[in-house]
């Protein structure tokens, strides 16, 4: 099992950035992590990740340039920095280890992190 934190959310004006952190902890193992995040009323979105050895990421059209995931492996921790943010960013955003980078699925989820983007 492996338990994933997040943490940095909170309300941002729009245009503004906002970083958001992972820590995962539990069985350690090579993977890639990512963010999913989740308006209300909408599906989860699968917006951002990166393989463990790095050479693998992927990014949302919805986010690409705007934001940027980054890790330190050895601290299994990873972060999103979102930039130029606007107000359909507000959403849930959720951590998670990923399975498949180019097939978008996870198989451990964070507890979600909620982000609110006022204009």
């Known amino acids: 099992q492996v338990q994933l934190v997040e943490s940095g959310g909170g309300l941002v004006q729009a245009g503004g950035s906002l970083r958001l952190s992972c820590s995962a902890s539990?069985?350690?193992?090579?993977?890639?992590m990512g963010w999913f995040r989740q308006a209300p009323g909408k599906e989860r979105e699968f917006i951002v990740a990166?393989?463990?050895?790095?050479?693998?990421?992927y990014y949302a059209p919805s986010v690409k340039g705007r934001f940027t995931i980054s890790r330190v492996s050895a601290k299994n921790t990873v972060f999103l920095q979102m930039n130029s943010v606007k107000p359909e960013d507000t959403a849930v955003y959720y951590c998670?280890?990923?399975?498949?980078?180019?097939?978008?699925?996870?198989?451990?989820w964070g507890q979600g992190t909620q982000v609110t983007v006022y204009s």
């Open positions: 990166a393989s463990w050895s790095g050479d693998s990421t």
């Open positions: 998670a280890v990923i399975r498949s980078v180019a097939a978008g699925t996870a198989d451990y």
């Open positions: 539990g069985r350690t193992f090579s993977y890639g």
